[in-house]
């Protein structure tokens, strides 16, 4: 009980500085911004992609998180089945 008091109160605390401080979190963000900006601005195109690899980054967690997710349904639906068939049978044995 201790623990979950503990870890709410510690999320509390952790957004409550997120919502109230929101340059601090997001100075990675501006400084990503501020150096693509530059150097499209000198001539390059290192700044174009930058977008897409933060998709490409931000998509993979997700894709993994969802493929377990998946593969546990998937194997947990084909078990039910087997469980409902075997059910089937020794009921009509």
Do not use: H
């Amino acid at each position: 009980m201790k623990n979950r008091i503990f870890k709410i109160l510690s999320f509390s605390i952790l957004l409550f500085l997120l919502i109230s401080l929101p340059e601090w979190a997001e100075a990675q963000c501006r400084m990503c911004a501020a150096s693509a900006e530059a150097n499209l601005k000198n001539g390059g195109s290192e700044g174009a992609g930058l977008n897409t690899g933060i998709l490409y980054l931000l998509s993979m967690p997700y894709l993994i998180v969802f493929s377990i997710i998946g593969l546990w349904w998937y194997k947990n639906k084909k078990a039910k089945e087997v469980e409902e068939d075997e059910l089937i049978r020794d009921l009509l044995s």
